[in-house]
């Protein structure tokens, strides 16, 4: 009768861990899923473009959509921006630079003055 209850006890915890385990490896699976989406989403709100002018000045520019933010470099100088909310059109700005672009046209500014102007 020991060796009965024995072998149902030992039954019993094997198909315990046996669930446990399938379940934990589910719960893994779909947690490696959402992590593997939102990298790609991350991804994603990342645009790297690069325009030149008609004097070959160039200005690289990349705009983090999920940050609301664009990181540029002209004449070898970084330049970090937040972009502002407008109706039409792109604009980025901090304490001394202004980038738009609206219509095809490009224009950066510093502290007032157009540094870089091109059409797209």
Do not use: W
């Not at 385990?21 to 893994?28: A, I, Q, V």
């Not at 959402?34 to 709100?45: C, F, G, L």
């Not at 738009?100 to 091109?118: I, P």
């Amino acid at each position: 009768m020991n060796r009965i209850l024995v072998v149902l006890l030992i039954a019993c915890l094997s198909s315990c861990f046996v669930a446990y385990s399938c379940t934990k490896t589910k719960m893994n699976q779909k947690q490696a899923a959402v992590q593997t989406a939102s990298a790609e989403s991350r991804a994603d709100d990342l645009v790297k473009t690069t325009i030149t002018n008609p004097v070959g000045d160039k200005l690289d520019m990349t705009f983090n959509n999920a940050n609301q933010t664009a990181t540029f470099v002209f004449r070898g100088e970084l330049i970090k921006l937040k972009q502002d909310t407008l109706a039409s059109g792109i604009q980025c700005s901090n304490a001394h630079y202004v980038y738009r672009e609206h219509q095809g046209e490009v224009t950066l500014k510093k502290d007032g003055k157009t540094v870089f102007t091109a059409k797209k």
